[in-house]
């Protein structure tokens, strides 16, 4: 049986569709429903992978430390260490970043917590030699613990080595998406103790 033209245009049509769709899906760092033209810092909280990217193009990749997804409670007031997932963009590039520590930082610690003006809530130095701001407390910043890097331990912010931090200050600019993204979210909720009625 033969097929017509027009009938093997569209079957060639739809798997060459199937093909971008597919390898847009398999460039790793790089989800489909992201941004693609421009610079786009992307983050896997799955993984805990950093990537840059320009125009579709990998720049660099790194391993990175992010968001512990643990919950601190004190009284009424509860802390979610979580990586807020979706598209952000850089509001601010902060050289010599000074850590304002929160509430949250003195309750874990065990210590009573000061004024919000006190000199104690300052701490140079925690965040390295440059912060990306995405708003809502999140930053893209240094460590001074670099053993953290590649875990899930911070408080929300993604933590980057220096090397990566210092190739995204330079690549990147204020207004420049990042896009935070699970690639396996359902390893993660099994890492956690949960099926898929708890999803």
């Not at 398999?26 to 805990?48: F, K, R, Y």
Request: aromatic share 6%; net charge neutral; with cysteine.
């Amino acid at each position: 049986m033969k097929l017509s033209n027009v009938r093997l245009a569209s079957l060639a049509a739809l798997l060459l569709a199937a093909t971008l769709h597919i390898h847009a899906e398999e460039i790793e760092g790089l989800p489909a429903d992201a941004p693609h033209a421009g610079t786009l810092v992307t983050i896997d909280v799955s993984t805990n992978h950093a990537y840059l990217f320009k125009d579709g193009q990998l720049v660099r990749s790194s391993a990175a430390a992010t968001g512990s997804d643990k919950v601190l409670k004190q009284g009424r007031h509860v802390w979610w260490f979580r990586t807020p997932r979706g598209l952000h963009q850089v509001l601010r590039k902060i050289t010599n970043p000074v850590w304002h520590k929160p509430d949250w930082a003195f309750v874990e610690e065990g210590k009573a917590v000061p004024p919000a003006d006190s000199p104690l809530r300052l701490e140079r130095g925690k965040m390295g030699k440059y912060a990306l701001d995405l708003g809502e407390s999140v930053m893209i910043h240094g460590t001074d613990d670099p053993k953290s890097i590649g875990r899930r331990v911070s408080h929300g912010c993604i933590r980057l080595p220096n090397d990566m931090l210092s190739v995204l200050w330079n690549e990147v600019d204020v207004g420049t998406p990042v896009y935070i993204f699970e690639s396996r979210p359902r390893e993660i909720a099994a890492d956690k103790g949960l099926n898929d009625l708890d999803m």
